[in-house]
């Protein structure tokens, strides 16, 4: 039989040092939110592949879409020979966007991909090259990518100079380390000090913070870069990677705002799965940039496609918003049950919309120092016991929950269940 170990000693001699791991577990099969790995051994998904699965593993509306278009065609590079899900995906996600006027849609195939031509859109756009990104934003690892990134541990580390004409912004956190007044202050210190900002392409955002430690944007920060942006001529990118396709409780995160970006940079997901990402915006913007621009040869994947059509589908028939919202209760509830534990490890920060919910693990009681070497514990704890979980925050000390929205009662508390185990002090 087939071991974990073996797996690991024979991925570290093949697979280079710079991927790195979570847990040393090889999965076999998976469906909905359980994971069985190659010993045999069955693990609740609190994961989703880093926020991909809100529709589950292998959901078998998905399965048959992806096995009918695979029956059909796996490709034909959409430049050369377009196909219908490709546009019909367009016209669906156009329609669901919270973007007034004529909007239009173009699909790629990472995360990076769709923030990296994001800025491309906008530089045609508006004729300039600067960017405003924000620190603790994750991006992408390409250069680009990786330069609006706003964390150089491990994303940029040993890894060269970054591009120029990329600025980073203090993010507003909840506990009021950086207020919004803080940001706006420190962004008028860049156009004054470091760009004009008749030279400022675009300023993109995470509506929440991913990697960063699932921080919202304050709704007045939005406003005040919508302000902004419309005084300058510059684009307002929303980077929906991670917070897209129901996980905050609405189709967009940016829904929970009442002004509108000019793009939404979309993925994870977007397909169940199936790896496609993409860029939805107003068309006028959209369209600025030259046929062949942009594109690839991957790009917009017929089968990706497919499963993306059954996704928005599946949304609809089994009420995925509705449970998003659900299942952030329930964690947040048994969150703040745990939190008055004496016996358990000393937790804060219990925050994030809809089902996107973490929490800070600290030193003591009632205190705020990061604990990172006890994060670090209680992940490593929680695949001991059977669940799989993942840390963020620019201080390694934030746990967060990416349970897929098609989870049952009784997985999330089984899970729960294992959590509190691992946080037992």
Request: net charge negative; glycine share 10%; charged share 20%.
């Amino acid at each position: 039989m087939t071991t974990n170990a073996a797996l690991l000693s024979r991925r570290n001699a093949a697979v280079v040092r710079g991927i790195g791991h979570t847990t040393p577990i090889s999965a076999e099969r998976a469906l909905n939110a359980e994971i069985w790995d190659v010993e045999g051994r069955r693990y609740v998904d609190f994961a989703g592949g880093i926020a991909v699965l809100n529709t589950g593993h292998c959901h078998p509306r998905i399965l048959a879409a992806v096995k009918d278009q695979m029956e059909r065609f796996t490709h034909t590079c959409f430049q050369v020979l377009m196909y219908e899900p490709y546009i019909t995906l367009a016209e669906r996600l156009n329609a669901l966007a919270p973007l007034s006027g004529a909007v239009k849609s173009a699909f790629f195939t990472t995360g990076a991909e769709a923030t990296e031509n994001a800025v491309k859109i906008s530089r045609a756009a508006t004729g300039r090259s600067g960017v405003i990104a924000f620190t603790g934003s994750f991006h992408g690892r390409t250069i680009l990518a990786s330069a609006m990134t706003g964390k150089v541990v491990p994303y940029k580390k040993g890894l060269g100079p970054a591009l120029p004409d990329v600025w980073h912004v203090p993010f507003p956190m909840s506990k009021g380390d950086v207020t919004v007044e803080d940001a706006l202050k420190y962004l008028g210190f860049i156009f004054k000090a470091d760009v004009d900002p008749s030279r400022v392409a675009a300023i993109i955002i995470e509506p929440v913070q991913g990697e960063g430690g699932f921080h919202q944007a304050p709704p007045e920060l939005m406003r005040a870069l919508r302000h902004i942006c419309d005084e300058h001529g510059i684009v307002l990118v929303a980077d929906e990677v991670q917070t897209g396709f129901g996980r905050t409780g609405t189709m967009f995160a940016m829904e929970h705002y009442d002004v509108e970006p000019d793009l939404i940079c979309v993925a994870k997901s977007m397909a169940g799965g199936f790896p496609l990402s993409g860029v939805i915006g107003r068309a006028p913007i959209m369209d600025a940039a030259d046929p062949g621009g942009l594109g690839g040869t991957y790009a917009g994947n017929p089968l990706a496609c497919a499963a993306a059509l059954a996704v928005l589908d599946v949304f609809e028939e089994e009420r995925l918003l509705e449970r998003s919202h659900i299942i952030g209760q329930r964690l947040k509830a048994r969150l703040e049950a745990l939190q008055t534990r004496n016996d358990l490890l000393p937790i804060r920060g219990i925050r994030g919309p809809g089902a996107m919910v973490a929490f800070d693990i600290v030193k003591d009681r009632g205190g705020d120092e990061p604990d990172a070497a006890a994060t670090r514990r209680v992940t490593q704890r929680a695949y001991e016991n059977g669940l799989i979980l993942l840390s963020c925050g620019t201080n390694a000390n934030t746990i967060r929950i990416l349970v897929p929205l098609t989870a049952s009662d009784a997985i999330v508390d089984e899970g729960l269940e294992m959590l509190e185990q691992a946080l037992a002090a």
